[in-house]
């Protein structure tokens, strides 16, 4: 699965819509403080659907929603949108939206889709909204400091081939 594109409107300090394009390879986001990098994160995380609000840093799922500010009126819908491609290269469309007080729904390719569909189409590969592929802040300092063993652990589930080693230890002891 490789994503190629995350369009936001509405959410947190994204309140016009904004296109960021992500290539191939290692993607890193960098900017002063504030800036919104965290929230970009988020963004992604949310469209994959999360669904707890805490890991938004959000008291309820509506805060996701550009809240306003001394001289832009909050909005009443946030919208973000993934485009990726499958693993058998097919383009998939992902797209989450949120209505102030209404709750959130799902879109696949223009159709609407259960929340529980779009976690299952990114169960079995290395992405999804608790994904060891998206490194937050925090855990930069931790991935330098783990240990040989507990890096590689990561590394293999960034990879997607964690899974891999335990089939194959269950392949020996048969
Ligand atoms: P740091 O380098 O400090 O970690 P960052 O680049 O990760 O900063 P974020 O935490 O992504 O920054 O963005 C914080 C900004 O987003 C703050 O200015 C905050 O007010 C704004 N923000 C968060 N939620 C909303 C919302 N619902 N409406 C409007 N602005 C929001
Ligand atoms: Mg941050």
Redesign the pocket.
């Known amino acids: 699965m490789e994503f190629r594109r995350l369009r936001l409107a509405g959410?947190?300090?994204f309140?016009e819509p904004t296109d960021l394009l992500i290539e191939p390879g290692l993607t890193g986001?960098v900017?002063?403080?504030?800036?919104?990098?965290?929230?970009?994160?988020?963004a992604l995380r949310w469209v994959m659907g999360e669904a707890s609000p805490k890991s938004m840093?959000?008291g309820g799922m509506d805060?996701?929603?550009?809240?306003?500010?001394a001289a832009r009126p909050?909005r009443e819908f946030a919208h973000v949108t993934l485009s990726l491609a499958g693993s058998a290269g097919e383009e998939l469309e992902v797209q989450r939206r949120i209505e102030r007080g209404a709750g959130s729904d799902y879109r696949l390719n223009g159709r609407d889709t259960r929340q529980q569909d779009i976690r299952l189409l990114f169960a079995d590969s290395a992405t999804g909204a608790h994904s060891p592929a998206i490194v937050g802040?925090g855990r930069i300092s931790a991935i330098i400091a783990a240990k040989p063993a507990e890096r590689r652990q990561l590394l293999e589930e960034a990879a997607g081939i964690a899974g891999l080693a335990v089939r194959r230890r269950e392949a020996e002891i048969r």
């Open positions: 959410f947190k300090s309140v986001v900017g002063p403080n504030g800036c919104g990098k965290s929230n970009l994160l988020e840093r959000s805060d996701v929603i550009f809240a306003g500010t909050a802040q």
